[in-house]
């Protein structure tokens, strides 16, 4: 039996990448996996593979900054599964650049995805939480919330994820509801990949050159932090909430 035998999970940008890694973690330690991407096609390969394995899986297209569009996907889930106690806020995106360069739509689209996405989908899952007295929701940070160049939008919302994070391990603790944030450094992943195609490098030799800043001499997968949001969502973690831990290899 695994950790999660009974339980259900929602885990949004779950079609590639992070999301995609703890989909499949959350699935193999027996838990039933929502997985919502933009688009449904975007979730398939997630689910099939979760499928293959012998788990349980459903895939949903949802844009997770329309709060129709996420309470329809969690009432989709919870009618499939008969229940929901995980969340893991992973939906992401991207629009780098310079503060004089970014414009309005830049920064509104990172904040809708990142920021008021996390509170759609939270507010639409504690809803099921605070009835069955029991849940634990997991918010995807980064090591950018502490200030990135040409990241001004993204370091914002990564860093207000951390502050509601906070807030909603006080309001929901009484609930028996655990609340936590991961922040990942450099996850070999495809928005990564985006990052150093912007700035010209070659992904690769990017790598291979933030290898060498980091204490552990790699960078990290996505199933390392798949690995993390798994003890998080456990009831070996029971006694932990309102906390921030940054997955990133001993870099400062």
């Given at each position: 039996m695994g950790q999660l035998t009974g339980r259900v999970a929602v885990v949004t940008g779950a079609g590639r990448g992070i999301g995609a890694a703890t989909a499949r973690r959350l699935a193999k330690d027996g838990a039933k996996v929502g997985v919502i991407d933009l688009k449904e096609e975007a979730c398939l390969e997630t689910v099939q593979s979760i499928q293959e394995a012998g788990g349980e899986a459903i895939a949903i297209g949802c844009n997770v900054a329309d709060s129709k569009d996420v309470d329809g996907a969690f009432a989709k889930?919870?009618?499939k599964f008969g229940r929901l106690d995980i969340l893991v806020n992973n939906a992401g995106v991207l629009r780098d650049n310079l503060l004089f360069k970014m414009s309005d739509d830049d920064w509104d689209t990172v904040m809708n995805v990142h920021l008021k996405g996390s509170f759609l989908c939270s507010r639409a899952a504690q809803k099921y939480m605070v009835e069955q007295r029991y849940g634990k929701i997991v918010n995807t940070s980064s090591t950018s919330a502490l200030g990135n160049r040409g990241q001004a939008n993204y370091s914002a919302a990564k860093a207000g994820l951390q502050g509601f994070t906070k807030t909603l391990a006080i309001e929901l603790g009484p609930?028996?509801?655990n609340v936590n944030a991961v922040a990942p450094g450099f996850i070999a992943t495809d928005m990564t990949r985006q990052t150093a195609e912007r700035v010209g490098a070659d992904f690769e030799e990017?790598?291979?050159?933030a290898s060498q800043r980091i204490p552990l001499r790699r960078v990290g997968q996505p199933e390392d932090v798949a690995n993390l949001?798994?003890?998080?969502?456990?009831d070996d973690a029971s006694y932990v909430s309102g906390q921030v831990i940054y997955i990133n290899g001993g870099s400062r």
């Open positions: 889930v919870a009618a609930f028996n509801i990017n790598q291979r050159l949001v798994a003890y998080l969502v456990s």
